[in-house]
């Protein structure tokens, strides 16, 4: 079976999530226990994250900066 590419993957483990969106997996799991508002899944000990709630956490974030 090939192996899919992280940029084309829906669910990203917490390593694939820090290496494409630059979180560390520390922070990652910080953020899962102080329960942030990034969703998780968690399916027995494994964590998957899904990309596009990864997007609308970043977007929701945002901060505009008056010019």
Not at 26 to 35: F, G, I, P, Q
């Amino acid at each position: 079976m090939e192996q899919q590419n992280i940029s084309q993957k829906e669910w990203l483990n917490p390593r694939e999530a820090s290496k494409e969106f630059g979180f560390s997996t520390s922070t990652l799991a910080k953020w899962r226990m102080d329960n942030l508002n990034l969703p998780f899944s968690k399916i027995g000990k494994y964590i998957r994250y899904k990309r596009d709630d990864i997007i609308h956490f970043l977007e929701s974030s945002k901060v505009e900066v008056k010019s």
